[in-house]
């Protein structure tokens, strides 16, 4: 359960954002009827399920006072001694698109148990943490370098080594671009189905204009009305925030849909209101990050600057002189994202220093059973067993939980 630093980590992250303009706050308090009190409660009812003592941190990161929002569970004392007399490196969760740290909460004790101490971040400008400056039209190499070097003053902060970076979709585009600039600090790397990996791919009725006039006219307006919003940089907690009152039911929408299957096959554990309330309450918080959308992926989904080819690229030369971290890719059996780039660098990188004369083993790609894009959600037990593969814990597939694609 969480701890009592719940109340105090709320009135810092009050004050923090009291810079906004009082009349401003007033409208938006009446029309957005949310807080970073309220944000707080939800975060603290989902992370009711974890059986370990749950520290809320606001760790400093930037200049001006800014900060992470972070959950921290300490390692099972017994497993890290057994595993390792020195200690094993963190881990450290880095959520996608649309979620929250609280969202690993049915992650946070299995890994620990396996004897490494969990750190879940929010992104910085997103959830719980302060708001700084976004460089919103800036391109991508500007918003990567704003994720990488927040997360790299927060690793500072709390004065860390190594780290075992496991990133779910946008959080593993992150964890790849910090891993390709301060690959020293990275002891894993762990993307669980990370978007922005492969080349724009020729043929898409959304991408392609040839294709786009196959569809009906009111289809054509419709696609063209949402290009338009995306390059405009509209994104889902937009449209959650301009809804007001009325934005918890699109939310709502979106998790009756979304985890449906899931919660009749039995596989998802999160409580529905409780991650409904979560989410409501991340889409409604004063924008921040949450632009990176458009100013990464162009319209359809395709990465600006695709992932795969510069990761490949920096490991290889990484791995003429120094060590490579080990690499797992974990997709879900019903998964939106396209194995098959995670297959080609998991290809590409099985010569490199980590699959050759060093220890250290070559990289993986392992499809998680019962669980489409959001793994850690769709089936926890299945994704958690598949995260403690990646930490050299269990074998390389288990029936009923995950099985490995493609081996070192």
Sequence with gaps: MATGSVAEAVQFSTFKRASSSPVWDRVRSWWIPTSAEQLAQAEAALLKVVPREVQILDVPAGPDGHYIHTLRVKADAAAAGAAHTGGLAPVVLIHGYFMGSASWAHSLAPLAEAGHEVLAVDWPGWGL?????FPLGQGPEACEGFFVEQIEDWRKSLGLGRMVLLGHSFGGYFAACYAMKYPQHVENLILASPVGMGEKQPGSRFSDPEKRKELPLWQRALVSVAESMWEARFTPM???KGLGPFGSRLTGWYVDRRFENVRAAGTMEADKEATQNYLTHLGAQPGGSEYCLGELLEFGVWARLPIA???AEKMKALGEQHRVPPMTILYGEADWMDAATGVWLAGELAGTG???????PGPE??????????LFLDNPRAFNAAVRRALGIGPPSVDGLYHQILPC
């Design 309 to 311: 080819k510069r990761l």
């Design 238 to 240: 937009g449209v959650v």
């Design 129 to 133: 943490s302060s708001r700084p400056d």
């Design 354 to 360: 980590c699959a050759s004369a060093s220890s250290e």
């Design 365 to 374: 790609v392992i499809r998680v059973q019962g669980a489409g894009h959001q």
